[in-house]
């Protein structure tokens, strides 16, 4: 059946360990949403760097020292102007992109959105002479990652580039989330909320060093839950820091949340050991006084202990590349900063995020994608630098402060295969269980009438190099099935008869930072069932079942449990 289209991807209302900016107590807002940059999106016949000129012609920033290259850079790297064609493929739309020479602007939630509330209808956009705007596309790319998804990106008809001095000027003063008939969905810790009537200002990023800002500086242990995108998007396909940096449990990742996505000259992106290119940490030292933290792999004495940047992650498909110049950054708006800190009350020391002011020439100044490049026409106005900044470090250690979320209807999902989430479906005459990470398999067997779906009990098929097969293990005597990565439970079950039928999804075999496990039990008659959170397996335990240890882990879903299914 394959995946579906990247809209339906992108639409899937599947949300895994997500931060939430604020605290978890916190009320939905909206931090930023300012003007991105204008005119660049949909720039018809820019297939490669051989019409480059077409994208100069637009006024999109490019990065000439990539031309004519051999290997040859990615597009992307040489500009930020994107062909019409490529809003369709990256999940703005469903169906063939019409309009040209767009404006962007991205919003960013404090809580991530339910997808398939993010539809252009939903949005409007304020601008300074009175018109209000219907932006035409909206997607959450480039925050594709399952435990991003709190920014929206807005393709349209907003602005000129002349700064808000100029009494032409045209550009967004406020945004607003309206009921567009499917109404705006946050996801908190106590289920959905109507973002309806949410409002924020705008500003306008072709003023004078008003560029693009951190609204979010949020420190939590090191996770890779939830950390992958959907199939369609592989530059997201292993850059988080477990992948860079490994399991220590003295790894710590500071996010970054931007109000734009940011680059050094309004094209390139970051490069994972560039921190002190443009970032610096102050911590609490061991007098008490501040301290500042201004390079990668260097240990520095603070309070209670030692801190030290490993690098950035969240960027590309590993550490590097070769030539380093082909390196494809996912361009998004969430940076990690990952710190190693020999004790707990070390970490504790760090205090704030500094983006030094562009103007003191001691680090580099910080666009969207909007910016110059390395060889800005002098006939266009670019977006501006970062004024520099400095932001608290919100503090997420006992709790860390994230939601997962994933429908409970079949029918709420396109007909795909190897989602990012497991259907658990029983047959009401035997009451064997059975999963698939297929829905259009699912569906097949719901619809031929010999299952019914119970839920959707947690996550699948995470995509990076800790993940392991999940087998499917048949006993047709005894109408029951089994699943396990677990090779001593595996090995058990096919010593008492049990057929191995193959790999169904993909999961965790290690107890690693934000993910649960999934228990293996077993009815008194010998059928099996898996319990993804406690409430279900104390059903199970109090039903006189046993606990035959743990199958796999991965990222359980609270709103299952609200259905109850299972109790059947």
Known sequence: MGQGSTYDQLHRNIVIRADIYGGANGKPRILAAGLGFEGITGIPGLLSENQIALAEAAGAG???????????????????????????????SNSPTTQTFMDAMPIEFSHPLLPSTVLPDNFRIHLNTGEVVTPLYVA????????????????????????????????????????????????TPDGLVD??????TSNNPYNPYNGPTLVGAKLSRLSLAGDYAPPAFPNSVANHGVEYYGT?????????????????DGVSGFLPQEFE?????????????????????????????????????????????DPDYTYSEDHDNQFDVIVKASSPKAIRALNAVVLPDPRLGTHSPIYNPGGPGTAPLPAYNYTQPSPGQTINVEVALKNPATVSWADQRLDAYDSADDLAVAFRLRDPITGEARLTSSSSQAGKWVNAGHWELVDVPFAANANDSYTVNVVELRNSSSHDRAYSANPRQIKRLERAGYNNKGNVFTAYNEPLQGLDPIWQLVSPDGQHQLASSRAERNHWLEQGWSNAGVAFYSVAFPNAALTGGWEA
Do not use: C, M, W
Not at 64 to 72: R, S, V
Not at 248 to 264: A, C, D, I, N
């Open 195 to 200: 973002g309806t009537g949410l409002s924020q």
């Open 140 to 187: 959450q790319n480039p925050n594709l990652d399952f435990n991003e998804r709190q920014t929206v990106v807005a393709f349209g008809y907003y602005a000129n580039r002349l700064p808000s001095s100029d009494p032409a000027a045209v550009h967004p003063v406020r945004f607003e989330v309206v009921n567009g008939g499917t109404p705006v969905q946050l996801i």
């Open 248 to 264: 220590s449990e003295k790894l710590y990742r500071l996010r970054l949340f931007t109000s734009g996505g940011f680059s050094p």
């Open 277 to 321: 290119r443009f970032f610096q940490l102050t911590a609490t030292g061991r007098g008490g006084n501040t301290i500042t933290i201004d390079e990668a792999g260097t240990s520095v004495k603070v309070q209670g202990g030692t801190l030290k940047v490993k690098g950035i992650a969240d960027l590309g498909n590993g550490l590097s590349t």
């Open 62 to 92: 490019v990065v000439q020292e990539l031309l004519g290259l051999d290997p040859a850079a990615p597009l992307r790297n040489i500009t930020s102007g994107v062909l019409p064609a490529g809003i369709q493929q990256a999940g703005f």
